[in-house]
């Protein structure tokens, strides 16, 4: 029997900016997707999905010509296969979860770093494979087969575990200390719009360096600062101009909560301003944001949340809240009082 799983992961600085190659500072939760699987003597995958009562079947001896969007199942054989991989072996298979779907922590990039787990140790000669390698394998699945929008930090950040920041450029990731205090995760209730919104983000941010460039070829958005902002804003657009806004000020943002947690004592207090900081971004420029949520996150403020941001592409989805231990049960009444569907405790994973 093999058995594998994946975790959840929340994004906590640099939202709308892995697609620009900017950094993020993201970590895995103590909510997972798990495989559990039998062989069965066929030369098929029948693949129980218990959580949502549905059965899919994949015949190892039919020829992946022609792959449904979204299918992450076939798409990321199809990716195996172009790296050697042979698929023969049948086995019947169980997935279940504790990830809330379509929620923006991720249910589907966990689904694919499980199911690659299981796709690489099925093989009769299986061999050592980097979390780095099974990471870029999911973005491959994911992202570029069909060509999505988004960049590669869900992916990446599964398939490592802990806390990280990844340099999204280069795939390289830096172990960070937890330094968050306790968080909750809260379900709006509101389905997310992951590509309705990472579309208009990715596009309208990167016309926004290209009317740079325009002025300043050797212009480069991992360098830049405020002054930057300043200087280049007379030549964007105006209906690129808060993408532009946000490019320059959540990279700025990540890189001050890089330092704080990088530190060994840290500072939960500054994370948590810089952390609103971060939404206000989010919500002002990106608007990605819907109404209810913000009233929801702007009450937890008030009951003594240190900071609070909606985690994914947003539209909808899910909120994590930055909280102490006196204030975390105020925090948890003051979003279900504002219509929140559900509010509770995850912890950080360690790798």
Known sequence: MIEVEASARICFFGDHQDYLNLPVISGTIDRKIKIKAVPNNKCNYLIQLLDLNQVIEINLNQKLNKIDTEDYYRSSISVLQKSGAVFQKGYNIEISGKIPINSGISSSSALVVAWIRFLVQSQEDSKPVSKEQIGMWAYESEVLFF???GGLMDQYTIAQGGLLYIDTRTGKST?????????????SGISKQTSAVLKKARVYAQNAIENVKLINDSFDIHSAGVKDYEKYAPYVSVKYLDHWFAAIHNHILTQ???KILLDKKGDIVTLGKLMNE???????????TPEIMQKQMSSAINAGALGTK?????????????VTVESKQKVIDAFLSEGALA?????LNSY
């Open 147 to 149: 060509d999505q929008p």
């Open 278 to 288: 971060h939404q206000n971004i989010l919500d002002q420029r990106i608007q990605n």
């Open 256 to 258: 001050k909560a890089k």
């Open 343 to 347: 509010a509770y405790e995850v912890k």
């Open 310 to 322: 909606i985690i994914g592409s947003g539209g909808g989805g899910c909120m994590v809240a930055m």
């Open 175 to 187: 172990r960070l200390n937890n330094h968050l205090g306790k968080l909750i995760i809260v379900e």
